[in-house]
C-alpha cells in the first residue's frame, strides 16, 4: 500500500513486509520493529502489544463516539499527526493505541512518552538521544525514543508538560521530520507518526505563554476529543458487562451480573473518574464480590446538591442556609443508600455508619417511609 507522509512531510513510502531499513540499531543491536515500547517510572520496557477492549465496547452506541471512530479510520489511513484531548479516564491512550493498530505501521513500534514521569532534565535525550561525550556521564550513544519510534507511532502523552525548549525542538522535527541527537552534529531523518494526548486545554495553555502556538498547529492536523463517560451514559450497561466479565476471567470467579437497580445508580452516577473509575469500581465488585463495594463510592462521591443563590440585598445568615439545606442533603443521601441496597435497611445502615434504628427514625423523619413500605 503506498500512502504519502514524513512526519507531516508529503513523502511517499511504501508499506509492505518489513524490511532491513525498517529496523534500526540500539546499542549495537538490532531491534525487530514488531515490538512495543512502553515506559514504567522512566524506565523503557519492550512489552507485548495491548489487547484491546472490542471495538463495540469502545464506541458503543452514542453519536459522538461513532463519529470519532470513523474520524480515526481515516486517521490511520494517513500518517498525519493527530492530538486527542479528553478528562482524564476516558479512553485516551485506548485511542492511540487503535490508531496505531489500524495503521499500515502496525506492525511498527509504539513507542509512549508519558511527559511528566521524566523529569524535564532528562527528557531531551530520553526523547532524542545522544551521543557519546556529549555530556558528563554519556558514556556511550544512545538512540532516543524519536528513533525508536521509526515507521511507527511515537505516543506523547501530557504534552502539555514539555517545557517550552522541548517544544521547539520537537516543532523542528514535526516541520522537517529532522532532529538532531544531544553532541550530534548530523540531523537526522525519522519517519513516525507522532500522536498526542492531553487532558488540559491547549488553547489556555498557549494564551498563558506555556505552550506555543506553531507547535499547536502542527500536532492537531487532526484533532479528536473524547467525550466524558456523563455524555455517553447509554453506553454505560456495555461497559459493565464487558469489565464484569473481563475480570471475572482475570481473577477466576464465577460471573456475577450487577443488580437491575444498581446498574441504574451507575447510569446516573456523574463519574468524574471516567471509564477508568467504572472499571476500577467494577474490579472491586469482583473481587470483593459485595455490592456494598460498590455503593460506597456512589453514595460518598454524590456531587453536592446545587447551592442556593445569593441575595442581592439584605443579610444572610450562613447558618440559616446550612440549616435550611441540611435536611433536603440528608433525604437524598439516605434514598441514595437505601436504593443503592436495594431498600435493604440493615446494609444501607452499615454504609452510612450508623445504627439500624437510627436509620428508621430518620427513615420516618424525612417523610421517605411512603417509599419503603407503599
Ligand atoms: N472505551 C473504553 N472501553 C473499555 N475500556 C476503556 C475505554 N476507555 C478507557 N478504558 C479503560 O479505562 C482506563 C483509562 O483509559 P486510558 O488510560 O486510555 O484513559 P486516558 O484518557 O489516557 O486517561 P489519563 O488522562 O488519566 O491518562 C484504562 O484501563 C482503559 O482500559
Ligand atoms: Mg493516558
Redesign the pocket.
Known sequence: MRFGFLVGLAVELTFGPSSAESSIQHNGVEQSNVMSFVEDRGRLLVSPRCKL?PEA????RSQAMQALREKLQKAAATSVPVH?S????????????LLHHWSPWKDGPFVKVTCPAIPSTLLESELFGYEEGSFTGAYGTKPGRVEMAHRGTLFL??IAELDLALQAKLLHLLQDGQFSRIGGQEDRRVEVRIVS???RELKKEVAAGAFRQDLLYRINVICMH?PPLRERRG?IPE?VS??LAFYSAAFKTPPRPVPGLLTRLLENYDWPG???Q??NLIKRYVILGSEEAICCDLVTQSPAPACPGFPSCGPTSLATVIQEAAPDFEREFILKALEAHHWNRKRAARTLGISYRALLYKIRQTGLKARVNP
Do not use: Q
Not at 57 to 60: C, D, L, S
Open positions: 477492549p465496547v469502545i464506541f458503543g486527542i479528553g478528562e482524564s479516564g476516558t479512553g485516551k491512550e485506548i485511542l492511540c493505541n502523552d501530557e494526548a492531553t487532558s473524547l453506553d461497559l464487558h469489565f471516567n471509564i477508568r467504572l472499571e
